[in-house]
């Protein structure tokens, strides 16, 4: 158990879907993350909330929308997806800033496995 | 953010010590080394990181060599759970949350 947690753990769906990712953290930190791990290729880094504002956005296509309303909360809701983005969503969190203690450690939920038809 | 070097994978037998090798030959004096973990169809597990001296922690030691340009993460008694995915991250310490860059890893196979 990291205090990262993803719902739901699989998802189907067909590419005139729409569906959304969650992910609840409950370590208190500041900063959020999803990342993209496609089978045999590295994590690829999708979006970074930094204190609720989105800080990056790694070129990623308009289908996939993230949404933080809170600092515990993050979504990514998707749309019209494609074959090629089934793939392994991974969220992470982190605390940052000038509170001490160790900075960038960052904290993963066990993911949601992506299939879509 | 500097570039990392691992071997694509290693053996080690249960038990015995896992020495996994990373080369970051064009790290900068603030940048950290750290190492994550990814246990098979898991998210990725932080481990240790280090600037200039070694650590070690529950998990795992990280040896940092004088001139920085490359480590070594230490498993002191590898068990089957150990096999995972090892991936060494050079980054800075900085104040605002930012990507990790996990490169392709080193898988490790702990043997029976």
């Known amino acids: 158990e990291t205090g990262v947690t993803q719902t739901p753990r699989h998802l189907v769906m067909g590419m005139t879907n729409k569906k959304s990712l969650k992910c609840e953290q409950h370590?208190?930190?500041?900063?959020m993350y999803w990342y993209k791990q496609s089978a045999k290729k590295p994590l690829e880094l999708m979006f970074v909330?930094?204190?609720?504002?989105?800080?990056e956005n790694n070129s990623v296509p308009s289908r996939f929308s993230p949404e933080c309303p809170n600092s515990s909360h993050l979504f990514l809701h998707l749309h019209t997806l494609q074959p090629e983005d089934s793939a392994l969503y991974l969220c992470a969190s982190s605390q940052e800033g000038n509170s001490g203690g160790p900075k960038n450690i960052q904290y993963f939920g066990a993911g949601t496995r992506l299939s879509v038809l | 953010d500097a570039k990392t070097t691992q071997p694509p994978s290693m053996d080690c037998a249960e038990g015995r010590a896992a020495n996994l090798p990373c080369n970051h030959s064009t790290i900068s004096g603030n940048e950290y080394v750290y190492w994550y973990r990814q246990i098979h169809s898991q998210g990725p597990q932080y481990i240790i990181h280090?600037?200039?001296n070694n650590e070690t922690n529950e998990m795992a030691s990280l040896i940092i060599t004088e001139d920085r340009k490359s480590s070594t993460l230490i498993l002191p008694h590898a068990t089957l759970r150990d096999t995972a995915v090892y991936y060494c991250i050079v980054r800075e310490n900085s104040n605002s949350g930012y990507a990790l860059n996990f490169g392709k890893g080193t898988s490790l196979l702990v043997t029976p």
């Open positions: 370590l208190g930190h500041n900063a």
């Open positions: 909330y930094n204190f609720k504002e989105q800080t």
């Open positions: 280090g600037l200039k």
